[in-house]
């Protein structure tokens, strides 16, 4: 389910909490770490079981990034639930004109939204 927030997505507050601040920061080591991974396997260095062992890795490392941002998304109301992604989606946009969205997954697809609802 995608989460669109009733502001813009490019609106953001002011200041962030410390807390924000530091869950930023360990979103960052993560997924900077999902990138070493991904790299790997792109190199072809990662064969059989620890190609497996890699890639449940990469599922909890983007569940521990989701948790991080849990909290900081429940003031947002879900207003549509966009389905037709086989795996997580990890990038949302709103388009410039502000009629479409566009989402990429990880199953290697990106999508782009007919006309929002508002």
């Known amino acids: 389910m995608i ?4 502001q813009r997505f490019f609106q953001r507050p002011e200041r962030k909490s410390p807390k924000e601040e530091r869950n930023k ?21 990662l064969r059989g079981q620890e190609l497996t062992e890699a890639l449940q890795e990469v599922r909890k490392l983007a569940e521990e990034i ?5 909290e900081k998304y429940e ?7 966009l389905e037709g992604h086989k795996d997580w989606v990890y990038s949302v946009i709103e388009s410039q004109d502000g009629k479409h969205i566009i989402s990429g997954s990880a199953d290697g697809t990106i999508k782009i939204w007919g006309e929002k609802e508002e």
Not at 25 to 45: F, N, T, V, W
Request: charged share 45%.
């Open 25 to 45: 920061a360990r979103a960052l080591e993560l997924a900077e770490r999902i990138q070493e991974i991904e790299r790997e396997i792109q190199e072809g260095k």
């Open 75 to 81: 003031k947002y109301e879900c207003l549509k639930t």
């Open 66 to 70: 989701r948790n991080l941002y849990e």
């Open 3 to 6: 989460k669109i927030p009733k």
